[in-house]
């Protein structure tokens, strides 16, 4: 990933979505340290505070889940443009494009676009015959997706689990009362 990142022609979201990534890990260390807490001094409000986060969480999980499946052709074709700009990049000055495209073929296993006789030099050695790359692309990330999608799908079942357990759910008062009680 590092030559995706160091080009001149760098994605910005690229940096965009790192910084979602940690965005949303302090975000579930928030959540954890309100549960913990909430636990060890039986407080029912920081519970509900808790419960509250957990839930905000789950409709952000399925939220992503229903776009990751939604823009899933646009990532693709997002991709193959980024490829084929290497692989344009390339054909016009061999030595600028040519980690970016070494890049591209070792992570896809794959080499050139109709044949790979152009671009030669920047193929796997331990790739057996001529593999497109466009269509490649196309596989992987659609596996990868589907993936990501089943994962998501688990982990929201899990966290709908969690909100079965709660304890305070089980309270007849209304959760404001709850919260000036304590």
């Not at 949303?24 to 260390?29: C, H, I, N, P, T």
Request: hydrophobic share 40%.
């Amino acid at each position: 990933m590092k030559d995706f990142s160091s080009e001149d022609k760098s994605p910005e979201y690229f940096y965009m979505g790192l910084y979602v990534l940690v965005g949303a890990g302090a975000l579930m260390m928030a959540v954890g340290f309100f549960g913990c807490c909430g636990a060890m001094r039986e407080s029912q409000c920081v519970l509900g505070s808790f419960f509250t986060c957990l839930l905000v969480i789950f409709a952000a999980e399925v939220t992503t889940g229903v776009f990751a499946f939604i823009g899933k052709g646009v990532a693709i074709r997002h991709v193959q443009t980024m490829y084929e700009e290497a692989y344009n990049d390339y054909l016009k000055d061999r030595e600028r494009g040519n980690g970016t495209l070494i890049t591209f073929h070792s992570t896809f296993q794959c080499c050139g676009k109709e044949s790979s006789e152009q671009v030669q030099p920047t193929c796997p050695k331990e790739l057996l015959g001529p593999k497109n790359c466009i269509d490649e692309i196309e596989a992987i990330i659609s596996v990868k997706l589907q993936l990501i999608g089943i994962v998501g799908i688990g982990i929201a079942g899990l966290t709908v689990r969690k909100f079965q357990n709660l304890p305070f759910l089980l309270s007849k008062k209304p959760l404001h009362l709850i919260c000036l009680q304590v």
